[in-house]
């Protein structure tokens, strides 16, 4: 058998990251953590041997962050011991993301290797510009929050920036 349950018929778990960092917009990991989960409920509901969700918060530290919101979120592990591999959201920023792109160089470089490793990376609004800064989005179409366009384009001019799409996809991106 070539899964983690063990058992004829299941499926391994699909493994689902959200980094979390000061500032981030709360809605950007609980939103989809949401969809996700109700995603899920509805599989197992018609199919049992359906896969379950392995869904972590990942942190620079393991301290709690504050959100904007004023939500603290504990992450369930630091970015030096977490893994490549499956699904990584990336959620928008509040105000100019610049100031807190400095404050994680760590996730930006675990960024650059999880996507080399195989992983699929869901930006949201301005949490885009985590993956433009390790280089990933360089030659490949993205979108920002309409006031960070003039920014995006300075910062990371080798990126094929949609300003009028609310989506874009390329590769595992």
Partial sequence: MNNLTEQPGRQSPVKISLLVYEHMLTTSVSLPIEMLRAGEAIARKYDR???KL??????????PVSTRALIKLQPDIE???AQSGGYIFIPSLWRNPRPQLRKYPKMIAWLKKSWYDGATLIGGGTGVCFMAESGILDN???TTHWHYVEQFKRDYPLVDLKPDFFITQSERI
């Fill in 79 to 81: 970015i030096d011991q």
């Fill in 140 to 142: 490949h179409p993205a």
């Fill in 49 to 51: 041997n359906a896969p």
């Fill in 54 to 63: 392995s869904i972590q918060m990942i942190g620079e530290t393991l301290a």
